[in-house]
């Protein structure tokens, strides 16, 4: 082999080296998930109770108009 065979199958072999390296390292990261931060625990909340508000606004748009009615004024006399 001469100099610019040798200097290719080096590149090639880096090249290889540092393709199967990078697969195992994120090989490993897949399924799991992280441990859970307090930004995540209080961001989980967060998303819970909108949830819970958007379900409430969903279930007022669906009933009719008098409903609608009789359920402010139930919340005004609260």
Known sequence: MNLPEVIVAIM???LVASIVRTRIRHQGD????PAPTTEMTQLRREVDQLKERLAVLERITVERENSLARQID???NQ
């Open 30 to 33: 897949r399924g799991v998930e």
């Open 12 to 14: 090639i072999a880096v």
């Open 74 to 76: 139930d919340l005004k």
